[in-house]
């Protein structure tokens, strides 16, 4: 499935959602879901720093497609993390580069973030963007 595609039932899934708040809570619960990190992965060099809560990204190259995963002692920031690591993983690095995240404003996620989760949206959009820039071809 093309990231479009991806976008378009994510946008459906969310939109069907009364409000923000309800977006983001939905998405907590998935956070809920995500088994949390191992202590191998949870070291300083997988640590995004510039964050209040602590949240930890991998990123990995299999099969020609990045691979993003991540974790955080917030839900929140795990959710909103997990999101993008979701959505963007299993992609070419090019597909990834073309089409950035957006789309994610006009369903209200992000007005209900404070600044510094905001913060850590960005730094992991960052984060998959420089791995996918380091993989193209």
């Given at each position: 499935?093309?990231l ?8 459906a899934?969310?939109?069907?959602l ?18 949390p ?32 995963n991540?974790?955080?002692d917030?839900?929140?920031?795990k959710?909103?993390?997990g ?11 090019l597909?990834?580069?073309?089409h950035?995240?957006g ?15 905001r913060?850590a ?5 960052e ?5 996918a820039?380091?993989?193209a071809?």
């Amino acid at each position: 499935m093309k990231l479009a595609e991806k976008q378009g039932e994510l946008t459906a899934q969310l939109a069907a959602l009364k409000n923000g708040q309800d977006r983001l809570a939905l998405l907590v619960e998935k956070a809920r879901e995500r088994p949390p990190f191992t202590a191998d992965l949870r070291v300083e060099k997988n640590l995004i720093p510039g964050c209040l809560a602590r949240l930890w990204f991998v990123a990995e190259w299999r099969d020609e497609k990045c691979c993003f995963n991540c974790d955080s002692d917030s839900l929140v920031v795990k959710a909103i993390a997990g999101l993008l690591c979701d959505f963007y993983s299993g992609h070419a690095p090019l597909e990834i580069l073309a089409h950035d995240p957006g789309f994610l404003a006009p369903l209200g996620i992000t007005q209900h973030l404070t600044p510094n989760r905001r913060n850590a949206l960005a730094k992991i959009w960052e984060r998959i963007r420089q791995f996918a820039e380091a993989n193209a071809k």
